[in-house]
């Protein structure tokens, strides 16, 4: 059985890992896979949310239509405060704030 939302490719030679994407395909987290059993990472996609379908072609609930329906990090306003009441500057849209 596959699950809803997940897609498995193969890189040879590259150690296997969990890449995990927002809605706009952006990066949210790498898991390493390479120590775990099979057993574990279907434990692992089960607990992040991801969907098990019976069957390939199975339909998928509404509910878990966008699963994992993990929320995406709210970031500040370009202008938002600091703690100390002074303006943030702007960030232009290329730059990543958490690096």
């Known amino acids: 059985p596959s699950s809803h939302n997940l897609e498995m ?3 040879p030679g590259a150690d ?3 890449v995990l994407l927002s809605h706009r395909y952006e990066e949210l ?3 390493p896979l390479s120590d775990m059993t099979q057993e574990e990472i279907n434990q692992l ?3 992040l949310g991801f969907y098990r379908k019976e069957t390939p072609d199975a339909p998928v609930p509404e509910e878990f239509r966008f699963a994992p329906a993990r929320p995406l990090p709210t970031l500040p306003p370009p202008q938002a405060l600091t703690a100390g ?3 943030q500057p702007k960030r232009d849209e290329g730059e990543h ?3």
């Open 9 to 11: 490719k193969h890189l």
């Open 16 to 18: 296997p890992e969990l």
């Open 29 to 31: 987290e790498r898991i």
């Open 45 to 47: 996609v089960q607990e």
């Open 85 to 87: 009441g002074k303006t």
């Open 97 to 99: 704030p958490d690096l």
